[in-house]
């Protein structure tokens, strides 16, 4: 009887220890599986371009600009000096290429671009009406401001979306900007300051003008110094020039021209020069006036105000600011 008891409790204690074994074999932590994600595609390569400017002697043309309309886009640049024009990261492989610069006709061209980078070369045709920037200041001058209105346009110049100032195209010149006789003034002026300079412009008339040539102007508007600041020269056809100053509790003449020096009927060129205070006033390359200022007007804008007395139309072509570093001589 003992003998049977003792093995009864011996089973029980096996499958005890079988029970338990199991459960140990449960409750073992499996490491969880490691996420992988899929392989990440590198990145596409960009579409780069770069764009040689040159003349047809193969000079550069550091002052060109160009436009690439691709997916939608219009994406511009400026040439550096050695005439390149530079793109990167182009969304596409196609679209059209604009290259212009002044004194030349533009270019286009279809773009079919490869991946990574591309490199190109346009040579621009001079336009044979239009002002060469290369050519339109003297060696050691600054270019500041060149607009021939060819493009039907005068860049930086204010009001000539009014009425009154139109594009005309005259036989032998190209486009010019024509005020349109109205019996109302009108004035335009530029949107470039300028310090020692000369600054240049066509002008012709067909009978009485009455306008005044502005350089230097600008205005204060509040404390002790508030007023206008310029030089201007009221002028009408057949009459000398008169060179005024201007700026508050303080303003006069400064010199006249001693004979008259505009007529109409006839293109005209205007040379007006300031170097430190000295001023000096130029027609078709005669000097027609000569002044020292102290204390000058030292910086401006540039314009025109054409006056209500004007009973002709006036054209305006070829307007240059040269920077100088020395006095102007011609």
């Known amino acids: 009887m003992k003998k049977k008891l003792f093995l009864s409790l011996m089973f029980v204690f096996m ?3 079988v029970a338990c074994g199991s459960s140990s074999d449960e409750d ?28 047809q002697d193969g000079n550069p043309i550091p002052w060109a600009t160009g436009s690439i309309q691709t997916s939608g886009k219009d994406v511009s640049a400026t040439a550096d000096d050695a005439g390149q024009l530079a793109w990167n990261g182009l969304p596409d ?3 059209s290429l604009t290259v212009s610069a002044q004194g030349y006709l533009p ?6 671009l490869e991946q990574g980078a591309n490199e190109l070369s346009i040579a621009l045709e001079r336009d044979p009406y239009a002002l060469d920037p290369a050519e339109a200041c003297q060696p050691g001058q600054q270019i500041v401001f060149v607009e021939d209105f060819e493009d039907y346009q005068a860049q930086g110049m204010s009001d000539i979306s009014d ?27 530029s949107s470039t300051k300028f310090g020692n300079a000369v600054w240049f412009f066509d002008m012709k008339t067909d009978g009485l003008a009455d306008f005044t040539i502005f350089f230097h102007q600008y205005n204060i508007d509040e404390g002790i110094d508030a007023g206008p600041y310029w030089y201007f020269i009221p002028s009408k056809t057949g009459e000398p020039f008169e060179l005024n100053f201007e700026r508050p509790r303080d303003r006069g003449v400064l010199a006249t021209s001693e004979m008259p020096v505009f007529d109409a009927g006839d293109w005209h ?10 001023i000096s006033l130029w027609v078709d390359g005669q000097m027609a006036l000569n002044v020292q200022h102290d204390p000058p007007i030292e910086q401006g804008n540039f314009g025109f105000i054409v006056n209500q007395g004007t009973a002709a139309n006036i054209l305006f072509d070829n307007m240059i600011v ?4 020395q006095p102007y001589a011609p």
Not at 107 to 112: G, I, K, M, Y
Not at 271 to 278: K, N
Not at 322 to 325: D, K, R, V, Y
């Open 15 to 17: 499958l005890a220890l």
């Open 28 to 55: 073992t932590i499996t490491p969880a599986p490691v996420e992988t994600s899929a392989p990440v595609a590198p990145p596409a390569t960009p579409y780069d371009l770069v764009v040689k400017v040159t003349d």
């Open 93 to 95: 492989s196609g679209g």
């Open 269 to 278: 060129t205007l040379a007006i020069a300031y170097y430190g205070g000295d």
């Open 107 to 112: 270019a286009q061209e279809s773009l079919s």
């Open 322 to 325: 040269c920077g100088l570093e």
């Open 163 to 189: 009425a009154k100032w139109s594009f005309i195209d005259v036989e032998e010149r190209g486009t010019v900007l024509e005020f349109i006789s109205t019996g109302e003034s009108a004035t335009t002026k």
